[in-house]
């Protein structure tokens, strides 16, 4: 069966934030004293064009992350010849090096870096023993610079590597990784980074496409239209749109693409021709229309529709999990619509449990960390942090929902579908609970 994992509320409500200014004190910190526990369920994300953003509201108040305390003695000892903190001699320690941009020049990506490691270490504070070891490494989002990290992460015994963020830097170090069976659960949306000993832990844009049409084709819907930007997040959108739908029994009607700087008017107009012609000779089918937009511009192009003449009650609009933003779903002509996102309360959980321990909500990729590092917490406990380990055709249950890593190094998810409503948006078709059998 797949592994499960879940939130320990009472052993969080008692840990101190860490800091992530003291490299050496996440070296004393990555040992959690809980006892191991198995990760009885973990995760999926939401796609999205890199660098990834959040929000950088500070620390609540009466949250005092300066109250850490002396770090333990971090001297290096001789053991199985990798790194050692003094602390941890004698112990059978599996370690992971952690590479993430802390010193990008964007300072949102720099935010997201730290907020990933929050995740991360607090995998590990409520799942791992005494001797698992998290190893943080700065890449500044320069290949040359990880390059040089993953050496020093072979150097010092590294069992496994969570990062990189961004897809170039993950394919400048698989194969180094690769010559020494070292799995490296990277963060990337770029699926021509996976492969090769590197798996994606990020939801890709072809999963959110998946499970809409998963969803469509579910309610008899087997013509689908698109409309969205030229941009390369739009093209992989379209593509995966295509895809799906061939894969599904359906057919792509017509695809419209617009440049972001010009808007969508034009395109939107040729779209609306499609469906009403469409409309007129099939009434009785419904048609799909995706839009892979965001806020502002979603609220521009979406009322475009019905502006030129398409009745809507014969069109579903679908979106990515871009859509997951409150501020615009009380745009009348989105009423209905539906995105895919992970399972929300798993995920609300977790970001509750963050705000509570570090004093501000976590960025968006922080579940996904935490969903990566209690994978290997839990593969490490069974003497498992290998490549078949990772592949687990089962898969594993986190904050983000069942997922698996697939033999190509993409990533299987189990998303739930989302639909807009005057009120809010709704839970409609829950995630999936496990993976039907057959290879990953």
């Not at 590294?158 to 897809?167: D, E, K």
Request: charged fraction near 20%; aromatic fraction near 8%; hydrophobic fraction near 40%.
């Amino acid at each position: 069966m797949f592994q499960e994992m879940t939130l320990l509320q009472p052993l969080l409500r008692t840990i101190k934030a860490p800091s992530f200014l003291l490299i050496g004190f996440l070296f004393a910190t990555a040992c959690a004293s809980a006892p191991a526990r198995p990760p009885v369920q973990i995760g999926t994300g939401s796609p999205r064009v890199e660098p990834v953003t959040g929000p950088t509201e500070g620390p609540e108040e009466g949250v005092d992350v300066t109250d850490l305390g002396e770090p333990e003695d971090l001297t290096q000892v001789v053991g199985d010849g990798g790194l050692t903190p003094a602390f941890m001699e004698g112990r059978e320690i599996k370690r992971a090096a952690v590479l993430l941009p802390f010193s990008h020049p964007n300072a949102q990506v720099r935010n997201e870096a730290e907020s990933m490691l929050a995740g991360i270490e607090l995998a590990l504070f409520q799942y791992a023993g005494d001797n698992f070891l998290i190893i943080p490494k700065d890449t500044a989002g320069k290949t040359s610079i990880t390059e040089a990290r993953i050496d020093e992460a072979i150097q010092e015994k590294a069992n496994v590597v969570l990062g990189p963020l961004f897809g170039a830097n993950v394919k400048a170090i698989r194969e180094r990784a690769q010559d020494k069976k070292i799995p490296v659960i990277a963060f990337s949306t770029d699926r021509s980074a996976a492969g090769g000993g590197s798996y994606l832990a990020s939801v890709s844009p072809e999963e959110e496409v998946r499970r809409m049409v998963e969803y469509a084709a579910g309610q008899g819907i087997f013509s689908y239209v698109f409309l969205g930007p030229q941009t390369a997040y739009g093209r992989q959108i379209e593509n995966a749109l295509r895809t799906e739908a061939f894969n599904n029994g359906g057919v792509v009607l017509t695809s419209a693409f617009y440049m972001p700087e010009t808007g969508a008017t034009e395109a939107a107009r040729s779209v609306s021709e499609i469906l009403k012609s469409e409309i007129e000779v099939r009434p009785r089918n419904k048609i799909a229309v995706m839009i892979p937009e965001r806020g502002v511009q979603l609220l521009s192009i979406a009322p475009l529709l019905p502006y030129n003449g398409v009745d809507m009650t014969h069109v579903t609009l679908m979106g990515t999990s871009l859509w997951s933003d409150e501020s615009i779903w009380r745009e009348p002509t989105l009423d209905g619509a539906v995105y895919p996102t992970p399972d929300p309360e798993n995920l609300t959980t977790f970001r509750e449990a963050y705000r509570r321990i570090y004093g501000k909500a976590p960025t968006d990729l922080a579940a996904v960390a935490y969903d990566a590092a209690a994978v290997a917490v839990r593969l490490a406990a069974e003497d498992n942090l290998k490549y078949n380990g990772v592949t687990d055709p089962d898969g594993f249950f986190g904050v983000n929902g069942l997922f698996r890593f697939r033999l190509d190094g993409t990533s299987q998810r189990g998303l739930a579908v989302m639909q807009i409503r005057p009120t809010g948006a709704e839970l409609i078709e829950k995630g999936a609970s496990q993976f039907g059998p057959g290879p990953s």
